[in-house]
């Protein structure tokens, strides 16, 4: 376990929340959606430290890193014995949606193990509140037969299973963010489709697509930031799963193309040149049911997030090429 400290003073807006002087974890801080939540838990005047294997690179905000794999025990208990935080946010995950066997073990160690692992020792300490962040990939009917549809969705299901139960048994005060496609900025993993669709048609290559028929509830990065912490400031949810996405259904198809005319590319996407994934799950969010549970909605509407997804990858490969 490692810990360095990084500053930021680029921080604009700061938004309305309780966490000022708290002392916030959050684990996988170097990802897509935990660096936006880091910056805005930043903004609010929290004490954020951020873990994950990698310190990255370039460190953008004001916090305390931590590095280590939380799928190791003693790291983790070192870790939050140490800190005592008030609150986690627990995104550190393999994100992966390969059916491949290769993932079975990442997934198992990084998404399962972990969530284990930290909410024992959030039990054990004490630990006022902690949102875990599952997916629209785990399966909706639960029964016997109930089969998950890839390693990494089959590790997401058995984590909430497993924070149901904490809950349940030890009065663990979690909550599951249900996430659904989350896009926007400073997504990292450039073979997600909005930035290899977005980075593709920018380099003036063609991307290479399934059908594009799948329907997708889609979300912005920043709604998703106001939704974990709306959960995490919100009393008598935990042990519930809260969808925290726009509650449309939008095929990738769609999305290719609304993509395709604001980069007013010539290139033709090849839809069909990739094979769909089998048993993918169509699933849209309840957002009136999160709206009454915790009074989140989301704010970005698709063409908008869009947008300024859009206008951030210019400018990352306007700045690559000076
Ligand atoms: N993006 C989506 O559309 C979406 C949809 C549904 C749910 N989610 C969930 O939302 C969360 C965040 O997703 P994301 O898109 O931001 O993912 P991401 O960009 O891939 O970030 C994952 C983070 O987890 C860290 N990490 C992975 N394994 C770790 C380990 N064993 N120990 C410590 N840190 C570890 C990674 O850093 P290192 O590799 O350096 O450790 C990275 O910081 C995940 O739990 C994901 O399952 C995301």
Redesign the pocket.
């Known amino acids: 376990m490692v810990e360095t400290v990084s500053h930021n003073t680029s921080a604009k807006v700061i938004p309305t929340a309780q966490f000022s002087g708290q002392k916030i974890l959050v ?8 660096s936006h939540l880091c910056r805005r838990l930043s903004m609010c005047g929290a004490k954020v430290h951020g ?4 310190i990255p690179p370039k460190e953008e905000h004001c916090l305390r890193w931590w590095q ?4 190791d025990m003693q790291m983790v208990r070192n870790l939050l014995t140490t800190i005592k935080p008030d609150v986690i946010f627990h ?5 992966a949606g390969s059916r491949s066997l290769e993932l079975v073990l990442p997934t198992f ?2 998404n399962l193990m ?1 969530v284990v692992n930290l909410l024992t020792v959030a039990t054990e300490i004490g630990c006022k509140r902690i949102v875990l ?1 599952g ?2 990939e785990e399966p909706d009917l639960c029964n016997s037969e109930t089969v998950p549809s890839s390693p990494y969705a089959a590790a ?1 299901w058995a984590s909430s299973a497993y924070a149901r139960m904490f809950h349940a048994l030890y009065q663990t005060p979690v909550s599951i963010a249900r ?4 896009y926007g900025p400073g997504q ?2 450039l073979q997600k489709l909005v930035p290899y669709v977005i980075l593709s048609l920018l380099r003036k290559e063609v991307p290479k697509l399934s059908s594009g028929k799948r329907e997708v509830d889609w979300i912005y990065v920043e709604d998703v930031v106001d939704g974990l912490i709306a959960i995490a400031q919100t009393s008598n949810r935990e042990g519930c799963t809260i969808d925290l996405g726009s509650g449309s259904l939008v095929p990738v198809r769609t999305v290719v193309q609304i993509i395709t005319g604001m980069v007013d590319s010539e290139v033709v996407p090849a839809f069909g040149s990739t094979p769909d994934r089998p048993m993918e799950q169509v699933r849209v969010a309840d957002t009136e049911k999160t709206y009454s549970a915790i009074g989140w909605k989301p704010a970005t509407s698709l063409e908008k997030g869009l947008e300024s997804t859009v206008v951030w990858y210019r400018d990352q490969l306007r700045k690559q090429k000076k």
């Open positions: 684990t996988g801080a170097s990802g897509f959606i935990g873990v994950s294997r990698k280590g794999d939380l799928a995104l550190a995950s393999h994100v160690s990084s972990s962040t997916s629209l997401k996430l659904f496609m989350v990292q993993d």
